[in-house]
């Protein structure tokens, strides 16, 4: 039997509350009594009866919150950012949903930029400020001068960087090696929280013309933000795009944006329901339906007729009556003697038709048969006519397994057949061992 508790009292999901009112937050009637439906205190609102959360509920990132994160991912125009800590709120693990947020290249620094990674790189530690939470979480660190990197290392040998004005736009050097660049840094740069600041936001020299050496470090064909802080060092701040990340329209991009897919090769076709011309991104099978874009709206909406359907069926057909006639017919044939070279098995088939292409299997290490080849006969209709007549051939003493080989390069029928015929395929292992 539950306990019965009252006002004040702390209550777990299932307790019976022995006070009377409505029920209200964390509180539920059952059989007419009150039960607590999660773990709190008990407290009576005016006529409502409800339970106050023993424990601090999640705290999410708010509009307005300055976060702490780490740099985990740059692309053409934004860096999404890892939360690490929300200011002011205790230390706990986000939901994966406000685990992470992006910065707008125009929210990374006041100052022309073609991409974040020009103001920050892969694990610099930022401040920044939320600025959106749906539907995704937007934040900046361009508002104020405590916003911006609190924390860089040296892309090149990993010492930390310090604030340098010793060079015309790049605001932090390396005291080990000649590394310098520019980085959108926060006031307390170097620190994490002065109260007063350091003035190191300075150095970002918001709202100048960068000089001509910065100009030509920026990434203005977008080719440096996908790049690793070593691959930034080791390949120079200037180099030629990788081809996978070549995109439609664009001189470059990172992952994850809109650009950074490779360009898909277009082939031009036929709707094999309305025979207009129309393209698709793939090869086309004969014999298979390609259609345009208003017949599959058509076909997704049944609207397609009767006829309309029947006379694609004989295109479609006809397709691969013409396909199939053109890949021509191939075999699989098993159990041949190791020794047993191309020459020689040409000759052997080629009087039945002529060969398209002819292909033993061999190991290839030693470059010794392994006791199977594939043979296709250029036309498909002789191949298919021969084939009867080639099931009793024999080759060095021993009589072939031929088949019809399905697609994809395997051979039909028997599996056993199919493995050089039976025991035949297991006395050749011997043979070979």
């Given at each position: ?103 707008f290249v125009a929210e990374v620094v006041d ?143 990172g992952r994850g944006g809109r650009d950074s ?50 006379a694609e069926r004989k295109i479609l057909l ?116």
């Open positions: 039997m539950s306990s019965s508790v009252s006002e004040g009292e702390f209550v777990t999901p299932g307790e019976k509350i022995s006070l009377s009112g409505d029920a209200g937050t964390g509180v539920a009637e059952v059989e007419g009594s009150l039960v607590a439906t999660r773990i709190g205190i008990v407290a009576l609102d005016g006529e409502c009866v409800t339970v106050s959360p023993a424990t601090d509920g999640p705290r999410l990132p708010e509009v307005g919150d300055v976060v702490i994160g780490q740099v985990a991912r740059l692309q053409t125009k934004t860096a999404e950012i890892k939360i690490l800590h929300v200011e002011g709120k205790p230390i706990r693990d986000l939901p994966a949903e406000q685990l992470f947020g992006d910065v100052r022309f930029l073609p991409a974040p990674g020009d103001a920050m790189r892969l694990n610099d530690v930022i401040r920044a400020e939320v600025i959106q939470t749906k539907p995704v979480m937007r934040l900046s660190t361009k508002t104020k001068a405590r916003y911006g990197v609190l924390h860089a290392a040296c892309p090149a040998c990993g010492e930390i960087l310090v604030p340098s004005d010793a060079v015309d736009d790049f605001n932090v050097a390396c005291t080990r090696c000649d590394y310098t660049a520019y980085r959108g840094l926060a006031d307390d740069y170097g620190h994490g929280f002065f109260e007063e600041g350091s003035g190191n936001s300075a150095l970002n020299r918001g709202g100048e013309r960068w000089s001509s050496d910065a100009e030509a470090r920026l990434s203005h064909d977008g080719s440096r933000p996908y790049l690793s802080p070593l691959a930034d060092y080791r390949r120079g701040s200037v180099h030629e795009i990788p081809k996978q990340f070549l995109g439609r329209g664009s001189g470059g991009g897919r490779p360009r898909r090769e277009m082939h031009k076709t036929k709707c094999t329901l309305c025979s207009d011309d129309c393209e698709v991104p793939f090869k086309p099978t004969p014999g298979k339906p390609i259609r345009c874009r208003p017949c599959m709206a058509k076909i997704e909406d049944g609207e397609a007729t009767p006829d309309e359907l029947a006809a397709a691969k009556a013409a396909g199939q006639e053109t890949a021509g017919f191939k075999m699989f044939i098993g159990g041949l003697p190791y020794e047993t070279d191309q020459e020689e098995l040409t000759a052997l088939f080629a009087e039945h038709g002529e060969l398209k292409e002819v292909h033993i299997a061999t190991d290839r290490e030693t470059g010794q048969g392994k006791g199977f080849a594939f043979i296709t006969y250029a036309s498909h209709a002789t191949g298919k006519k021969a084939l009867p007549n080639l099931k009793n051939l024999k080759l060095g003493g021993r009589k072939l397994t031929v088949q019809e080989a399905k697609s994809g390069g395997g051979r039909g029928g028997d599996r056993r057949g199919g493995r050089g015929g039976g025991n035949r395929g297991r006395d050749n292992r011997r043979e070979r061992r």
